[in-house]
């Protein structure tokens, strides 16, 4: 791969600027999928107290909500948050778990659809994925029809 990334290279530079024609494409070479720009801070909540925790997630939540425009906006993304568990990522309560207490014995097939093609990473008690996941989830559907909360 390096020899033809040098390949080219020197060939761009011995034609000259007016001899290229736009871009170089290396064979091989892939191309960004935007979808995979995901949004948003990354939250490291063991080195925070909990009320920065909490307002880290409500930042969370509405930016991912720019992202994945859901029914209701912002505010209803917040007051589903809120009331599922008051904004800690680490909730846990009756098999559901995290940000918008996904039931665990969904979270696996909501993740792999809805999270994992971001490259989030699987624990549904990280806040960005459990989010990020919700707003996907949301978003697709137009509805808040899972959650007791909405």
């Known amino acids: 791969m390096r020899n033809v990334v040098a390949a080219t290279l020197a060939v761009a530079l011995i034609a000259g600027p007016a001899q290229v024609a736009g871009p170089v494409q290396v064979a091989g070479a892939h191309h960004r999928n935007p979808d995979r720009d995901v949004p948003c801070e990354r939250i490291h909540w063991r080195n925070r107290n909990l009320e920065d925790t909490q ?36 909730a846990y309560g009756g098999g559901n778990a995290g940000v918008y207490q996904h039931n665990l014995a969904y979270w696996r097939q909501r993740w792999v659809r809805w999270g994992s093609p971001l490259g989030l990473r699987s624990n549904p008690y990280n806040a960005r994925s459990n989010v990020v996941v919700t707003m996907r989830m949301v978003h697709a559907s137009q509805s808040w029809a899972p959650w007791a909360c909405a």
């Open 55 to 90: 307002e880290a997630v409500r930042r969370l939540i509405r930016c991912a909500q720019r992202r994945w425009s859901v029914p209701g906006g912002a505010e209803k993304a917040l007051a589903v948050a809120r009331c599922e568990s008051r904004f800690i990522p680490w």
